[in-house]
């Protein structure tokens, strides 16, 4: 188990060197200086050069990005003599607009896609996987075929368009729901709950469709195997062989997917803070590439990146927990 | 393995053209079952597709779009508009269309845009050419690239399957949307300066490339592993004894046999690129104006929501429509091509 997770977390630091590098050589590759962008209008060649040189982008890339590497893991600092810059450890550089720290940019947005993405997922994950459970019993009922139907429709729906609909039923024409807002989770939780409603509906009404089919598809096909016929045979009741038998056979590949879901989303989920004005880590992205804004463009992308490679870890060592037939080796 | 004949011939055999003459041919099982004909299971599977509702409700559906996308221009002769139009007399003091649901009329039959005044049912119809056009060619563009590289992975096998593979993990960790979103506008501003405005192809060709370097990979495993699988048959020694070279074995030996899976996948890839492509023009990262996109509809359409929702419930609903029969239709080609799946 040890050995597994050692060596996937070697894989996966490899990955991310790659995968920075790359974001790193193509962001830089942009031809406009940001230093010219940052110094406004009526800089003269010096100004920029000067900008340039506390920026450390007048530097030859392998050393820059040496130095990106550097202000992560040991912090770095900008200009020297008077100027000097402190950037303390997790250093991802400075927002080209307003020269706001970049870490503190993420730290502030990241809480606020964190909240949507786990309440989102609770959401959809209970909802998914009990509707699809309870059609699987029922397999062929008027039930099991509506819920086929209305699972169907909602795989093809899209957040912009299924979350502009609630929008407009559930705030604009009846009133029934606040405009989503973000309140720290520590001020006040009724008011976070209440502000985040509405992205967490959208979001778990419709991934869970997805999870119902998956979820239906896998129960149905763990209840036809053998070990549910000896569960019953030995007379257990419906309900036993059901959850702690076919369930949890059945609800390994969900997890799967639903590691690498929660991973993908904490990214980022850009359309649903689009719809809904929430400053969050995906809306922070999008913003920020409409200016060019590199620096943060490239951390938000990095961290991203950190949260699929993260899941997947996570994922691999929780299907040894949930599956007893899974060894890591 | 840059042979550019594959994508022809995998779409081919899926071609109702292909099947036309086996729709003449068997007699109908319930009328004659005594009567035995021999079908391949190219046939079958046609003939499988051919009986699935669902899937004839789907391909009618996506046949109506594919000609009002052609047509579009046809479209704009009839009604005398064009897509740039722009009907400022129609809308009120605020920019909003006079008259019921968006300003429906004779004229503009699914009203006009608030604030700009153009036409929605042209802008529609010409952001279902802009929608199609960029799924299909990023579609084509993954699959050729995955066929490629599955293939090549599959068959060398040794360290270039273990680089292939490596890449493709690798592929998977990039946060595509999140990355996308990121490399499209930089790319750009790489090939143009601030003052001139790319032209729309430009953009356009940005969008599919990025769409088909980052989703070859399920496509490459699949291959991959559907070549290893078929490497060592009997047919494939056959054809190496008879002095085939691996040129011929690869594309008239093994790409006739998976063609199959890769249809599937094709016609599965088509929806999620037109859902991811609408995605990035909702945050306006997808293709810029003065071209239409769905995407962008709705995205304009958010500051609208509370006066005018039609404004959001056309394009949404096609959208919606377009990627809802694909899907289906994906669904019932995979299940008619394999008949161990069960609904």
Not at chain 1, 54 to 70: K, S
Not at chain 1, 201 to 226: K, V
Not at chain 2, 223 to 252: C, D, K, P, Y
Request: charged share 15%; with cysteine; hydrophobic share 50%.
């Amino acid at each position: 188990m040890l050995r597994f997770v050692v060596r996937r977390l070697l894989v996966a630091v490899l990955t991310l060197a790659v995968i920075s590098l790359v974001t790193f050589g193509l962001f830089f590759a942009v031809p406009s200086s940001p230093a010219k962008v940052m110094c406004g209008k009526n800089c003269t060649a010096a100004d920029i050069a000067q900008v340039e040189r506390r920026l450390g982008i007048d530097r030859p890339l392998p050393r820059q990005y040496a130095d990106f590497v550097q202000g992560v893991f040991v912090g770095r600092s900008y200009g020297d003599g008077d100027f000097r810059q402190d950037c303390p450890a997790p250093c991802l550089g400075y927002s080209f607009r307003n020269n706001q720290p970049v870490t503190e940019i993420v730290v502030q947005r990241a809480p606020v896609t964190f909240s949507i993405v786990l309440g989102g997922a609770v959401l959809w994950l209970a909802l998914g996987v009990s509707l699809g459970m309870v059609s699987a019993l029922r397999r062929g009922t008027a039930f099991d075929r509506a819920a086929i139907g209305i699972t169907l429709a909602g795989a093809s729906m899209q957040v912009y368009f299924f979350g502009l609909i609630l929008l407009y039923l559930l705030v604009y024409s009846t009133g029934l729901l606040p405009f989503p807002s973000y309140t720290p989770l520590t001020e006040s939780p009724v008011r976070w709950a209440a502000g985040l409603l509405l992205p967490w509906m959208t979001l778990g009404f419709l991934n869970s469709a997805l999870y119902a089919r998956l979820s239906r598809a896998q129960m149905l096909e763990t209840l036809s195997e053998d070990f549910v016929r000896t569960a019953r045979a030995k007379g257990l009741s419906a309900r036993q062989v059901h959850t702690r038998h076919a369930l949890r056979a059945a609800i390994t590949p969900i997890v799967t997917i639903a590691g690498l879901d929660i991973g993908t989303s904490l990214g980022g989920t850009f359309i649903t803070e689009t719809i809904f004005g929430l400053q969050g880590l995906g809306k922070a992205t999008v913003e920020a590439v409409q200016f060019l804004n590199l620096p943060v463009v490239m951390a938000t992308v990095l961290l991203a990146a950190v949260f699929i490679v993260a899941a997947n870890i996570v994922v691999d060592v929780l299907y040894a927990v949930i599956d007893p037939r899974v060894r890591l080796s | 393995m840059s042979d550019l004949s594959h994508p022809p011939s995998l779409t081919a055999p899926g071609d109702p053209a292909a099947g036309e003459p086996i729709v003449s041919t068997p007699p109908d099982p319930v009328a004659a079952p005594s009567q035995i004909v021999g079908r391949s299971p190219n046939q079958l599977a046609w003939l499988r597709l051919k009986r699935d509702r669902m899937a004839r409700a789907s391909a009618v559906t996506l046949v109506v779009a594919a000609v009002v996308a052609l047509g579009a221009p046809l479209l704009g002769l009839v009604t005398g508009i064009d897509p740039t139009d722009k009907f400022v007399d129609r809308l009120n003091d605020f920019g909003m269309p006079i008259g019921y649901a968006g300003g429906i009329s004779a004229d503009h039959w699914l009203g006009l845009e608030p604030g700009s005044g153009r036409d929605i049912l042209l802008q529609l119809v010409y952001g279902l050419r802009t929608s199609l056009f960029i799924a299909f060619a990023s579609a084509l563009l993954a699959s050729f690239i995955g066929v490629a590289v599955g293939v090549l992975a599959g068959w060398a096998r040794g360290w270039l399957d273990s680089v292939v593979n490596w890449l493709i993990d690798l592929t998977l960790a990039f946060p595509f949307l999140i990355f996308a979103l990121a490399v499209i506008p930089i790319l750009q501003d790489r090939f143009y300066s601030d003052r001139e405005s790319p032209s729309p192809a430009f953009r356009v060709a940005l969008i599919v490339a990025t769409f088909g370097l980052f989703s070859w990979t399920y496509t490459a495993r699949l291959v991959r592993g559907q070549v290893i699988s078929l490497r060592e048959r009997e047919f494939v020694e056959a054809a190496r004894a008879a002095g085939a070279g691996t040129g011929h074995i690869l594309l008239r030996q093994l790409l006739p046999n998976i063609w199959a899976p890769i249809l599937v996948t094709v016609s599965l890839m088509v929806p999620q690129f037109i859902a991811i492509e609408a995605a990035l023009a909702f945050v306006n990262i997808g293709v810029t104006e003065p071209t239409p996109d769905l995407g962008r509809m709705i995205f304009n359409s958010i500051g609208y929501v509370a006066s005018d929702p039609w404004y959001t419930l056309f394009p949404g609903l096609t959208i919606f429509l377009l990627v809802l029969a694909f899907n289906l239709l994906g669904d019932a080609l995979r299940d008619s091509l394999d008949p161990r799946s069960t609904r």
